[in-house]
């Protein structure tokens, strides 16, 4: 009885592998034809990106007047990354100067997809802190959006005020120039 149980679950077990394993030559051919589809399908993705990233590459600023400017929301173009990966917006409206400490609000532009826990996306705003006289900023908020202009879904990740830790800023480092724009701006009038 033993040795019946063991033939029957081998023979199972064969034909199951011959199932699974075992290809009809149209089968096979099907699947040649699918795989030899989707490497088709990626090579002319890449060969795309390639071309946009080299259009980027070569006027970045044609990239950047694709955006919307919103210039309601007091946004003003800042910068943009020499192959036209990024582009950084600043506001001026709701500017808040304590002291020392001047808080902003960024938005950050992105030509290509950026990941973050939530997902990609292509648009951040972010409510900065800078301290002009030490030199440092921390973020205080962040708003990730999936698609350019602030649009999409949405996703939020805020920190403590007390517990968000400052950072350096960089000589020569796009952050570098958003914190000396900030504290030109809280120099200027209207900043309290």
Request: proline content about 4%; overall charge neutral; glycine content about 8%.
């Amino acid at each position: 009885m033993r040795k019946h149980l063991h033939l029957a679950a081998a023979a199972v077990a064969l034909s199951y592998a011959a199932c699974v394993l075992g290809q009809t030559p149209e089968q096979e051919k099907i699947w040649t034809e699918d795989r030899e589809r989707a490497t088709a399908l990626e090579k002319a993705k890449a060969e795309q990106l390639a071309r946009e990233r080299a259009a980027r590459k070569a006027d970045p600023m044609a990239w950047v007047r694709t955006l919307d400017p919103m210039a309601s929301g007091g946004w003003e173009f800042r910068s943009v990354a020499t192959d036209g990966s990024w582009a950084i917006f600043s506001s001026s409206h709701q500017l808040k100067r304590s002291g020392q400490v001047v808080t902003v609000w960024m938005r950050h532009e992105y030509a290509e997809p950026q990941l973050a826990d939530g997902g990609p996306y292509l648009s951040a705003v972010e409510k900065q802190q800078y301290d002009c006289k030490k030199e440092q900023a921390r973020s205080l908020m962040v708003i990730y959006y999936a698609a350019n202009n602030i649009q999409g879904g949405e996703q939020t990740e805020e920190g403590d005020g007390k517990n968000t830790p400052w950072n350096a800023i960089v000589p020569g480092t796009r952050d570098e120039s958003s914190f000396l724009w900030a504290c030109a701006q809280a120099r200027g009038a209207g900043a309290k």
